[in-house]
């Protein structure tokens, strides 16, 4: 039954599309499309990239972002301001406005350079077994026993503060658990028939894992993927916090929220602002995240 | 004398576990001949996916190791090939049909990537267009429509899968392939549809198979000559008609042909070989299937019988 409703369906697509087959990115768009939470996810996170691109359209850094008034401290949401503006009179809005752009870029890049890196540790371990695997997973348990905090610290320390070496940081903590993440998820794949029937004709070991192991491990990995999102935008909050990240005044979300936590008790909208603009962030690429592990997986098509 | 293409002399296979040494191939002899397939038959066990595995040099690492012996392809000794020459051989000369289709497809892949994956990989020479062209060809050639290339795995049923599974052997039109029981997970229309089609491909390519199955009727139908495997050693083989209209038999293959169910026969039951396969770890003394035979005589017990040649006919009994 089941099974005819799929053919069905299958033969009526290929109608509508005519005889030619689609390319692949535009078969994953087609069935992304189809959902309509990860669209709202993509659409979210477009706004937003936008409005970081252009965010000096609509608020000039210096006077709006950076420079304080005194007179115009602590003012509630009004027209002027539409999110009011915090304990320096810094207008609220403009500074997250120019925060979204280093939080989503450092959020981005922290979570790709330890996903490139984890996933290819985790790959080889897992692909590899073994002492191969042994050893870089006790690498990876070294890694894993120092908390990340300390780690990043220890890294910015090395490196000296700034945005790259913030992200170096950030990103060098995450790695065992992307590498750990992708080792278990290439376990399950391994074993596989279709796996040894690549071996079966001839296919090279990188190419087995990039092409054959990966795109049926994407599942859980982007999954950690996204959810690294969240605590990579708050972890850059913690690290400005102690001084090693985003240097005052640069405006930045995690750093907000932690700069007005002594005003909560009377103006809550300081930490419920960026608080929101963190949740929205991190919610979009969850979103994202979902649809897109549906949208690899063609046996979902239908 | 044909040539000969595959010859295998005096191939021991064991896998080593914590537990125990397992033996699964002992001094097994087989030659195959260019274009001719060779039924290898057999009990679950005997050994006969491991010798299908040694020739592609992909037995599991770690446990299973050849121990002595020779896998001669061509001019090439399989047994010391590196790593880097299989890969060549691997898909572009020898190629293998695994048994179960319905998992040896990659789910995510459209089966048009997974066949012109084994011609990227063997035929460097070819442009995409030549590649796609050729998977065309191929698709063509197994019955399936080439239009449908596009699709992914679960959008066939289990007949075309398995089609699908032996265009990938056949795209580099390989001079050997290795059928393990590619007829198994299939019901018999479609079995019939596949055996006729390998035994078409076959006649147009020039191909040499190996099949591996358990299924005697199968044998009968494509194969030009049949081993008979058991613990691990050949122990009769011969032309399609010595086995089956051979007047006589290894007491085992009497056996396994007593096992088969047949309409027109009045008899109830069947007459299946007593007891099980031997402990491949403790393998008995002696010809190895002495515990079950009902032949069995006192030499039986202590001796390994050599085979007795009958022109083509080769027997491993007393």
């Known amino acids: 039954m089941i099974n005819q409703e799929m053919f069905g369906n299958a033969t009526k697509t290929k109608a509508k599309t005519s005889t030619k087959k689609r390319s692949q990115i535009k078969s994953i768009w ?17 706004i937003m990239i936008f409005c970081s691109i252009f965010a000096n359209h609509f608020a000039d850094y210096e006077a709006d972002a ?3 008034n005194m007179n115009a401290r602590l003012l509630p949401p009004d027209s002027e301001h539409i999110f009011g503006t915090d304990q320096y009179g810094r207008d609220m809005f403009a ?54 905090l300390v780690m990043a610290i220890a890294v910015v320390a090395a490196l000296g503060p700034g945005l790259i070496n913030l992200m170096i940081a950030m990103g060098m903590a995450r790695i065992p658990q992307f590498a750990r993440v992708v080792r278990s998820a290439i376990l399950s794949v391994k074993g596989q028939e279709y796996i040894e029937a690549a071996k079966a004709c001839g296919t090279k070991d990188a190419r087995i894992i990039l092409k054959h192991i990966l795109p049926n491990a994407i599942g859980p990995i982007i999954v950690q993927a996204t959810l690294n999102m969240g605590t990579a935008i708050l972890g850059i909050s913690s690290l400005s916090f102690i001084g090693l990240g985003i240097q005052p005044p640069t405006p930045e979300w995690g750093s907000m929220l932690s700069d007005a936590r002594s005003q909560l008790r009377y103006y809550p909208h300081l930490v419920i602002i960026p608080g929101i603009a963190i949740v929205l962030a991190v919610m979009s690429f969850n979103l994202i995240g979902d649809g897109l592990r549906d949208a690899l997986d063609p046996r979902l098509k239908n | 004398m044909p040539d000969k293409l595959l010859e295998i002399n005096d191939l021991n296979v064991v896998y080593e576990t914590d537990d125990a040494l397992v033996y699964a191939v002992n001094g097994l002899d087989l030659t195959i001949n260019k274009g001719e397939t060779l039924g290898l038959v057999g009990e679950t066990g005997a050994g006969k996916t491991t010798t299908a595995l040694s020739i592609m040099g992909l037995l599991p690492d770690k446990t299973g190791f050849i121990k002595g012996g020779q896998i001669k392809f061509e001019d090439i000794d399989i ?14 000369s020898v190629s293998m049909i695994f048994q179960d289709p319905m998992t040896s497809l990659n789910p995510i892949l459209t ?87 390998m035994k078409d491909l076959k006649e147009k390519l020039n191909t040499a198979v190996l099949l591996i199955t358990h299924d005697l009727g199968v044998v009968s139908e494509i194969c030009d000559r049949v081993a008979v495997m058991y613990a691990g050693e050949i122990i009769e083989i ?27 026969r009045s008899t109830r039951r069947l007459n299946p070989i007593e007891g099980l396969m031997p402990d491949s770890t403790n ?35 007393h």
């Open chain 2, 238 to 264: 011969g032309t399609t008609e010595d086995i089956f209209g051979g007047s006589y038999r290894h007491p085992y293959t009497d056996g396994l042909f007593g096992s088969i169910p047949d309409l027109t």
């Open chain 1, 66 to 68: 950076v420079s304080q």
């Open chain 1, 95 to 148: 500074r997250i406005l120019f925060g979204s752009r280093i939080s989503l870029s450092v959020g981005l890049a922290t979570v790709a350079f330890s996903l490139t890196v984890g996933a290819l540790i985790g790959a080889a371990a897992g692909y590899y077994g073994g002492r191969v695997d042994n050893i870089l997973m006790r690498l990876m348990d070294i890694l894993l026993a120092i908390p990340g």
């Open chain 2, 79 to 92: 047994t010391k090939a590196t790593e880097n020459d299989m890969k060549l051989i691997r898909g572009e």
């Open chain 2, 111 to 197: 089966i048009g990537d997974q066949i012109s994956e084994v011609l990227e990989l063997h035929k460097k020479s070819l442009n995409k267009e030549q590649i796609s062209k050729r998977v065309d060809e191929i698709l063509q050639l197994v019955g399936i429509p080439p239009d449908r290339k596009g699709e992914y795995p679960h959008q066939f049923s289990g007949g075309m899968k398995q089609r699908v599974v032996i265009a990938i052997a056949l795209a580099c039109e390989p001079k050997l392939l290795l059928a393990d029981e590619p007829t198994t997970a299939l019901d018999v229309t479609i079995q019939a549809q596949v055996l006729e089609m």
């Open chain 2, 283 to 317: 393998l008995p003394e002696g010809c190895k299937f002495h515990t079950r035979c009902c032949k069995c005589k006192e030499i039986c017990k202590t001796v390994n019988p050599q085979f007795k040649i009958n022109g083509t006919h080769f027997i491993r009994c």
């Open chain 1, 30 to 46: 087609f069935r992304y499309r189809k959902n309509k939470l990860a669209m709202f996810g993509l659409i979210l996170l477009g």
